[in-house]
């Protein structure tokens, strides 16, 4: 373990930015996780579906 003094704040800057959730990862990347084992049986489309469809305002939904 080394002495260097970590930024907190530029740490989670830069982790941020790693990411763009709107770029999807090309087939087969090995960064890729499959959630279905602990998803359970539910299907996303009726889940967000039903949300979106029954609200009287804008929604946002984040489905992990």
Excluded: W
Excluded at 27 to 41: M, S, T, W
Excluded at 46 to 58: A, E, H, Y
Aim: hydrophobic content about 35%; aromatic content about 6%; proline content about 6%.
């Amino acid at each position: 373990m080394t002495n260097q003094k970590i930024d907190i704040k530029e740490l989670l800057t830069n982790l941020h930015n790693s990411f763009d959730p709107f770029q999807p990862l090309p087939a087969g990347d090995p960064l890729y996780v499959d959630c279905k084992k602990v998803r359970g049986d539910g299907d996303v489309l009726v889940d967000l579906g039903r949300k979106i469809k029954r609200s009287n305002r804008m929604t946002c939904q984040l489905y992990a």
